[in-house]
């Protein structure tokens, strides 16, 4: 993530030193064409309607609409479902916290949002810490967390009607996983691309959103902005979208593989791990970023410069960064141990305690030798490619996701539940909105790695709000959408047997 500050290829630097060609008054920035300020409203118009249901439900309770009171979506919040995998709650919620100080403590920074010199002087001063250099200059490995938890639970979950065919599996686990999250990215972008930012978070409006045309919002609602040519448009929300295309491709891709012929799988495992090292190794080399390994994309746009000057700079960065033929590695072993984990527990094979607490050290070893070996880059900043670099570069972050499953199956895979407070559960469950809502935060209250505290808290308390109001009731919407669809495909199988009323079901 420090590395770009202090090189000629960032952004930074660039958009400090290059005169912007972007200076009619009837463009928006950099030659993005502004929607007419009403369209913007009309989104948030609908919101509001949809959160006067909501309110409305939770007032009448008794009524159709009850299905999206508070009180479901609070009671969904604090339902305990006691599980082996609750130890994968904290790790949830430190992922998010990595996320947080990543972008208060760096591109969230006020003094690198207004480009002023302190931005070089603060990164120089946190590299040269022997302790906390390492660990927030590689921050950006907290998506490593989110990712390993993706690949674990997405294979629990296609596991749970594995025994279906391929298509009709596919097309339910899709629709889920689509209903589940595009209401609520839906809902943020209505708001964070509104014009009303403009008046409450006027510093993320022009660093965040005003490079924003058609095709930037679309790319994020149709989950491919992390195809985008530079990520200067609600840049951040590249990772919902690899996601979303990793679940869609590489889960049903790679669980099919394993349920139909076992080795099949394995070997495609491993092919999609290992292809993914070695593009990330070949690509770094390419575009001679090896030396910076921990290379972090500053996801804000700078108004009044002129993009096409800006777009040279993330090539190769931001394809090694964001795309998931270079980013699956971590998920395809979340995805294993997620098959492994739940044929353990089927057959009732539990680890004993030396092996678990073999497992957990070995997990923290490796996790934590990942994240500081990046050192010697630190210390030789100016050293070329070599082999220490570019093995680096290839490997850390899917060998950081393995010492993640060593620490998670020393937890989880033993007969005693480990139990975790509620209230760690309930955070747990609000890392997605307080993703979605932690940046327009962090533009507005970051200032250096304390202050990081404080958008965190209050992405916390903002994706509560999102959680009641958006992401819980349109959750149980889709799931009784789903249901209809689920009983008119059945009554469609009801044919006529003569011509009264009377039905006969048709045994497919």
Same mark, same amino acid.
């Given at each position: 993530m420090d590395?770009? !500050?202090?090189?000629?290829?960032?952004?930074?630097?660039?958009?400090?030193?290059?005169?912007?060609?972007?200076?009619?008054?009837? %463009?928006?920035?950099?030659?993005?064409?502004?929607?007419?300020?009403?369209?913007?409203?009309?989104?948030?118009?609908?919101?509001?309607?949809?959160? =006067?249901?909501? %309110?409305?439900?939770?007032? #009448? @309770?008794?009524?159709r609409l009850g299905l999206l009171s508070i009180r479901k979506s609070w009671e969904e919040l604090t339902s305990g479902l006691q599980s082996n995998l609750d130890v994968c709650d904290p790790l949830r919620i430190f992922g998010i916290f990595w996320v947080v100080i990543n972008h208060s403590g760096s591109e969230?920074?006020?003094?690198?949002?207004?480009?002023?010199?302190? +931005?070089?002087?603060?990164?120089?001063?946190?590299?040269s810490n022997p302790l906390l250099g390492a660990f927030l200059g590689n921050s950006a490995l907290g998506v490593e967390c989110f990712l390993i938890?993706?690949?674990? =639970?997405?294979?629990?979950?296609?596991?749970?009607?594995?025994? %279906?065919? $391929?298509?009709?599996? /596919?097309?339910? /686990?899709?629709?889920?996983?689509?209903a589940r999250l595009y209401p609520s990215?839906? +809902? $943020?972008?209505?708001? +964070?691309?509104?014009?009303?930012?403009?008046?409450?978070?006027?510093?993320?409006?022009?660093?965040?959103?005003? &490079?924003?045309? +058609?095709?930037?919002?679309?790319?994020?609602?149709?989950?491919?902005?992390?195809?985008?040519? %530079?990520?200067?448009?609600?840049? /951040?929300?590249? /990772?919902? *979208?690899?996601?979303?295309?990793i679940h869609?491709?590489?889960?049903?891709?790679?669980?099919?593989?394993? #349920?139909k012929n076992r080795k099949v799988g394995i070997y495609l495992s491993i092919g999609a791990i290992s292809l993914s090292t070695a593009m990330r190794g070949a690509m770094c080399v390419m575009y001679d970023t090896c030396n910076g390994s921990d290379a972090d994309i500053p996801f804000i746009s700078y108004p009044g410069v002129d993009l096409s000057m800006v777009k040279p700079i993330y090539a190769g960065i931001w394809e090694l960064y964001a795309r998931p033929q270079t980013k699956c590695?971590? =998920?395809?072993?979340?995805?294993? #141990?997620?098959?492994?984990? !739940?044929?353990?527990?089927? @057959?009732?094979?539990?680890?004993?305690?030396?092996?678990?607490?073999?497992?957990?050290?070995?997990?923290?070893a490796l996790s934590v030798s990942m994240i500081y070996f990046i050192l010697p880059e630190y210390w030789f900043p100016d050293m070329p490619s070599n082999i220490y670099n570019v093995t680096y570069t290839a490997t850390f972050r899917s060998l950081f996701a393995l010492g993640l499953v060593g620490i998670i199956s020393g937890l989880a895979l033993r007969k005693e539940v480990v139990f975790m407070h509620w209230t760690i559960t309930v955070v747990s469950r609000l890392t997605f909105a307080a993703y979605l809502t932690h940046m327009p935060l962090d533009a507005e209250t970051a200032g250096g790695l304390i202050w990081a505290l404080l958008p965190f808290v209050l992405s916390i308390v903002a994706a509560f709000f999102f959680f009641v109001l958006i992401e819980s009731p349109a959750g149980r919407a889709s799931i009784l959408f789903e249901n209809y669809l689920r009983s008119?495909? &059945?009554? *469609?199988?009801?044919?006529?047997?003569?011509?009264t009323?009377?039905?006969? @079901?048709?045994?497919?």
């Open positions: 590395h770009l !500050l202090n090189s000629t290829r960032s952004p930074l630097v660039c958009c400090v030193n290059v005169t912007s060609s972007c200076h009619s008054s009837e %463009m928006g920035s950099c030659g993005q064409t502004p929607f007419p300020e009403w369209i913007g409203w009309v989104p948030l118009v609908a919101l509001c309607g949809w959160i =006067f249901l909501v %309110m409305w439900g939770s007032i #009448f @309770k008794e009524g969230g920074r006020v003094d690198i949002l207004e480009r002023l010199p302190s +931005a070089a002087k603060f990164k120089a001063s946190i590299r938890l993706s690949g674990l =639970f997405s294979a629990r979950s296609w596991m749970r009607h594995s025994q %279906m065919d $391929f298509w009709p599996h /596919y097309v339910q /686990y899709a629709f889920r996983r689509i990215v839906i +809902a $943020f972008v209505a708001i +964070a691309a509104g014009p009303l930012m403009k008046i409450l978070l006027p510093r993320f409006e022009a660093t965040m959103t005003s &490079q924003c045309g +058609a095709k930037g919002l679309l790319a994020h609602l149709s989950f491919v902005g992390n195809w985008l040519d %530079m990520p200067v448009c609600l840049g /951040y929300l590249w /990772y919902i *979208s690899l996601d979303m295309q869609l491709i590489i889960t049903p891709l790679i669980m099919h593989s394993l #349920f590695g971590p =998920f395809v072993i979340g995805l294993l #141990f997620g098959v492994i984990s !739940l044929e353990w527990e089927e @057959k009732k094979i539990w680890l004993t305690k030396r092996r678990a607490r073999v497992l957990v050290a070995g997990g923290v008119h495909r &059945q009554e *469609s199988r009801i044919l006529p047997e003569s011509p009323n009377s039905r006969v @079901k048709v045994d497919w």
